[in-house]
C-alpha cells in the first residue's frame, strides 16, 4: 500500500466521516501491515528529505479510516518532555485503543490543530482533556497496553481516537467562540 499525501482520504471524502470497526484479535497479519505502514509513514514524515522525496505531509499520527480502511487502528509517534522535563518520544501501534478516563481539567494547542486529511486551515481552540488514560493492545509490545497522557500526547491520541467515530478536529471548535478563555487550562 502507499501512503502519501495523494492517497490520504480528505474532509472532501464523506467516507472520513465513516465509523472504524474493531479489529479482532490477535491481530490479523493484514492489521499488522496495515500498523507498520502507518507507522513507517508517521515515522519518514519527519525527515525532510523522505518527506519531499515521497510525497509525505508531517504528521505524529494517522488512523486507518484515513487510508480508506475503516478499522480501528492507529499508529502515534510524539517527541515531547515527560514530567521531569526530560525529551522523551512516545511511539504506539494500537488497535482498538479507547480512552478509559479523561480529566476534567482541559488543554488545547494554542496555534490550533492540524490533520493529514484537512487540506485547509481551521482556526480557532480544539479544547480536549489534559489528561486520558487509553487502553488497548499495542503492536510494538505485542500485548495490551495502558497509556497514562498528559499535554500533547493526550491531545493526540484524543485527536486520532476522535477518527474512530468519523469527528474531525474542526467539529470540535466553537464557530460563534473559536478562541474561548478556558479557565485553568493547559495551553501548549
Do not use: W
Not at 9 to 19: L, S
Not at 41 to 49: F, G, I, L, R
Not at 130 to 158: N, S
Amino acid at each position: 500500500m502507499i501512503i502519501n499525501n495523494d492517497t490520504i482520504i480528505k474532509d472532501t471524502d464523506p467516507f472520513i466521516r465513516e465509523k472504524s470497526a474493531p479489529v479482532a484479535l490477535p491481530l490479523s497479519e493484514e492489521d499488522k501491515q496495515i500498523l507498520r505502514e502507518m507507522y513507517t509513514y508517521v515515522k519518514n514524515s519527519t525527515d525532510p528529505e523522505i518527506a519531499e522525496r515521497d510525497n509525505l505531509r508531517p504528521a505524529v499520527g494517522i488512523s486507518a479510516i484515513q487510508l480508506g480502511i475503516p478499522k480501528r487502528l492507529t499508529t502515534v509517534i510524539v517527541h515531547d518532555t515527560d514530567k521531569n522535563g526530560n525529551e522523551v518520544t512516545y511511539e504506539y501501534m494500537l488497535a482498538n485503543p479507547r480512552i478509559v478516563s479523561r480529566s476534567l481539567q482541559k488543554a488545547y494547542l494554542e496555534s490550533g490543530e492540524g490533520c493529514l486529511s484537512v487540506a485547509e486551515e481551521h482556526e480557532g481552540y480544539v479544547v480536549r482533556s489534559a489528561r486520558v488514560t487509553v487502553q488497548g493492545p499495542g503492536l510494538l509490545t505485542d500485548q495490551k497496553i495502558t497509556i497514562r497522557a498528559r499535554g500533547y500526547l493526550a491531545i493526540v491520541l484524543q485527536h486520532e481516537l476522535d477518527h474512530f467515530s468519523g469527528t474531525l478536529f474542526y467539529d470540535h471548535i466553537n464557530a460563534g467562540n473559536p478562541f474561548p478563555k478556558v479557565a485553568d487550562a493547559v495551553v501548549i
